[in-house]
């Protein structure tokens, strides 16, 4: 197990900052680097870090971002919720990594959980250069999830999602809905295990706030990342959770099927268990022994010698 340090460091996206943890394997010069991004208005203190710990001791580097508009990193509004410009940080954090001279910038892998497991699908679309990708419990059809929220749950979001048009429109601060809620209520994300699953990932003092702004609805819905599956030319894992209440599982199975060189783990842990306890273990074992084939075959070899 290889020590590490964390450092705080920041790199420039659209007109502002993404703020980020650095961390680096003690010892192992120019290491490759796994890019981290959570997912629906997560953060990266909500367990990110752990997941970024265990990487660096298998001797890679990591970045873990925050998206513009949430955390510490800059950007107004707050919590504003853009595709296009999340996707946008991605390209950003990818750049940034390939620039640093303290890791090897040719070998690059992007990790994302849930909304953001659906980034890398598409990220990983459209950056053949990486050398691997892995998409967590992803979203990968807005049109499957809004038919999980059902119509009465979306009709909910309606009136905030009017006001908060006008509010873009005007300029003032948004018209925010929460990011998960309890069944029935008015929110994003209301199955069952939703608010206590997000709540379970906040650490004290955490920067994270559960709303967004309301504009980002029918955006959500219109978004199919698992479309760009079979547009995705290097190696990706896809780690679905049989049990999802928030990306339905056996869609996210008919795209990755998809993926010409994709690898499919299956669990039986719940959307928000992939964080915790054994399931996080099982995740992170599976994961980095992918990773550590695509981005270090030299170690992995070595790994499986008598």
């Known amino acids: ?8 460091v920041s790199f420039p996206s659209g007109e502002t900052t993404c703020a980020a943890w650095l961390y680096l394997p003690s010892g192992v010069p120019s290491p490759p680097v796994v890019i981290l991004g959570h997912g629906l208005g997560a953060t990266r203190e909500m367990r990110l870090d752990a ?31 853009s595709i296009r410009r999340q996707l946008a940080d991605w390209d950003a954090a990818i750049a940034h990594v390939q620039a640093r001279p303290d890791v090897d910038g040719s070998r690059v892998a992007v990790w994302g959980s849930s909304f953001g497991g659906g980034h890398a699908i598409t990220v990983a679309a ?15 059809d807005g049109l499957a999830s809004a038919v999980a929220l059902g119509p009465v749950g979306s009709l909910k979001l309606a009136p905030v999602l009017a006001r908060d048009l006008v ?5 003032t601060e948004p018209a925010t809905i929460p990011l ?20 379970a990932l906040v650490p004290a003092g955490t920067t994270f706030r559960n709303e967004v702004a309301a504009r980002v609805v029918p955006t959500i ?25 928030v990306t339905p599982p056996a ?9 010409p060189r994709g690898e499919i783990k299956t669990y039986d842990a719940g959307h928000f268990d992939f964080y915790l306890g054994a399931p ?11 990773l550590t084939r695509q981005l270090n075959p030299a170690a992995a070899t070595t790994a499986g010698a008598p």
């Open 1 to 8: 197990m290889t020590a590490f340090t964390r450092h705080d």
């Open 51 to 81: 997941f970024a710990e265990r990487f660096t001791q298998a001797g890679f580097a990591a970045l873990a971002f925050t998206y513009r508009y949430f955390g510490d990193s800059g950007g107004r509004p707050r919590q504003l919720l």
């Open 126 to 140: 459209r950056h053949p250069e990486l050398r691997a990708a892995v998409a967590q419990c992803p979203f990968t």
């Open 167 to 171: 509010a873009a429109v005007r300029g």
């Open 180 to 199: 998960a809620g309890a069944p029935g209520s008015p929110a994003l994300m209301t199955a069952p295990d939703a608010l206590p699953g997000y709540q």
């Open 221 to 245: 819905a219109g978004y199919r990342p698992g479309r760009a599956a079979k547009k995705i030319a290097i190696p990706i894992l896809f780690c679905v959770s049989n049990t999802d209440t």
């Open 251 to 259: 869609q996210t199975l008919r795209y990755a099927r998809t993926a």
């Open 280 to 290: 996080f273990e099982a995740l992170v074992r599976d994961q980095t022994e992918f």
